[in-house]
C-alpha cells in the first residue's frame, strides 16, 4: 500500500518558521514526484511546491518563493518542507501528494498575526 504520512504543522506567530515532513512508502522513491498542497476554506487548494526525486527539479508557487524550501532524505524516504518568514495568509491544511496521485493526511499549520 502507498502511504504518505506528514507531520510538522502548528501554531506560531507571524515571522516564525515551521517544518513539514512527508514520510512516503509503497513507491520507488527516486522514481517519483513529491509535492505539498495546501488547503484553506476560502482559498481552495494550492500547490506550494514539488521537488522530483529523479532529477531533482523543482517547483515552488509565486507567494512563496523565497521563504518555503523543499528536501528530501532518500535514505529516510522523507520529503521536508521548510517554511520560514510564516505570514497569516499561509494557515491552511498542508497536504503531501505523490505523482499528484496519492494523498496523506493533511497537517495544519495556524499562524498568528
Known amino acids: 500500500d502507498v502511504q504518505l504520512q506528514a507531520s510538522g504543522g502548528g501554531l506560531v506567530q507571524t515571522g516564525g518558521s515551521l517544518r513539514l515532513s512527508c514520510v512516503v512508502s509503497?513507491?520507488?522513491?527516486?522514481?517519483?514526484?513529491v509535492g505539498w498542497f495546501r488547503q484553506t476554506p476560502g482559498k481552495g487548494r494550492e500547490a506550494v511546491s514539488c521537488?522530483?526525486?529523479?532529477?531533482?527539479?523543482?517547483y515552488f508557487a509565486d507567494n512563496v518563493k523565497g521563504r518555503f524550501t523543499i528536501s528530501s532524505d532518500n535514505a529516510k524516504n522523507t520529503v521536508d518542507l521548510q517554511i520560514d518568514s510564516l505570514k497569516p495568509e499561509d494557515t491552511a491544511v498542508y497536504y503531501c501528494?505523490?505523482?499528484?496521485?496519492?494523498w496523506g493526511q493533511g497537517t495544519l499549520v495556524t499562524v498568528s498575526s
Open positions: 509503497g513507491l520507488s522513491f527516486g522514481d517519483i514526484a
Open positions: 501528494v505523490a505523482q499528484e496521485t496519492y
Open positions: 521537488l522530483s526525486m529523479y532529477d531533482g527539479s523543482t
